[in-house]
């Protein structure tokens, strides 16, 4: 499995109408696969929409865009609101949860790390130990690195269902000393953090 992850940037004030157009849009484009989620910037980036798709494989993914570009009503006419996009692949830790529909937010982190070369293997066995105490205590959405975009990355993300929970979680973690996991920030070069909430049409809420 991997997932596709596509940034968009847009225009201000766009949103409200972007959502609209490509909801409608959607109804057409899920024929042929599914969305994972569909989410929009609340606090960091601003004006970002983030959409990610589930496929097998790569050539799973070039199946489907090969249907789907045979679709009249795909893609959602957004091109006047969108000013940069950005896509990634994204292959999930071996021990990382699948992106399924359902409500579990509806507040959304994202949070990507920039990484050292060769640092990948201590950092996803420093995951593998601590994550089950971590998920005690608020569910892991994915965690996975980029493998097709801006590499030596990765990304996870975090559900909450409210941001007063974020805090008292995280402030938790770092009482019980589960969370970070030992090392990580050797192995850090640059960190960022969005928080995200999803559109009425997002399978995961």
Same mark, same amino acid.
């Given at each position: 499995?991997?997932?596709?992850?596509?940034?968009?940037?847009?225009?201000?004030?766009?949103?409200?109408?972007?959502?609209?157009?490509?909801?409608?849009?959607?109804?057409?484009?899920?024929?042929?696969?599914?969305?994972?989620?569909?989410?929009?910037?609340?606090?960091?980036?601003?004006?970002?929409?983030?959409?990610?798709?589930?496929?097998?494989?790569?050539?799973?993914?070039?199946?489907?865009?090969?249907?789907?570009?045979?679709?009249?009503?795909?893609?959602?006419?957004?091109?006047?609101?969108?000013?940069?996009?950005?896509?990634?692949?994204?292959?999930?830790?071996?021990?990382?949860?699948?992106?399924?529909?359902?409500?579990?937010?509806?507040?959304?982190?994202? #949070? %990507?790390?920039? /990484?050292?070369?060769?640092?990948?293997? +201590?950092?996803?066995? &420093?995951?593998? !130990?601590?994550?089950? $105490?971590?998920?005690?205590?608020?569910?892991?959405?994915?965690?996975?690195?980029?493998?097709?975009?801006?590499?030596? #990355? %990765?990304?996870? /993300?975090?559900?909450?269902?409210?941001? +007063?929970?974020?805090? &008292?979680?995280? !402030?938790?973690?770092? $009482?019980?000393?589960?969370?970070?996991?030992?090392?990580?920030?050797?192995?850090?070069?640059?960190?960022?953090?969005?928080?995200?909430?999803?559109?009425?049409?997002?399978?995961?809420?």
């Amino acid at each position: 499995m991997i997932y596709e992850v596509r940034t968009y940037r847009l225009a201000p004030g766009s949103l409200a109408e972007v959502e609209k157009r490509f909801g409608e849009a959607y109804e057409h484009r899920k024929k042929y696969s599914s969305l994972s989620a569909f989410w929009h910037t609340e606090i960091g980036p601003l004006n970002e929409i983030i959409h990610v798709w589930p496929y097998q494989d790569l050539a799973d993914r070039a199946r489907v865009r090969a249907e789907v570009g045979k679709e009249p009503n795909w893609p959602p006419r957004i091109s006047e609101y969108v000013l940069s996009m950005q896509s990634e692949i994204l292959v999930p830790f071996p021990f990382s949860p699948q992106l399924k529909p359902g409500k579990i937010g509806p507040f959304y982190e994202m #949070r %990507y790390y920039t /990484i050292k070369i060769g640092t990948l293997p +201590d950092i996803m066995r &420093a995951w593998e !130990a601590n994550l089950p $105490e971590r998920m005690k205590l608020s569910p892991l959405v994915v965690v996975g690195h980029v493998d097709l975009g801006e590499v030596n #990355r %990765y990304i996870h /993300i975090w559900a909450y269902n409210s941001m +007063d929970q974020r805090e &008292a979680v995280r !402030a938790k973690a770092r $009482e019980m000393g589960v969370w970070p996991p030992p090392g990580g920030a050797g192995r850090l070069l640059t960190q960022a953090n969005k928080i995200m909430m999803p559109a009425a049409f997002s399978p995961m809420q």
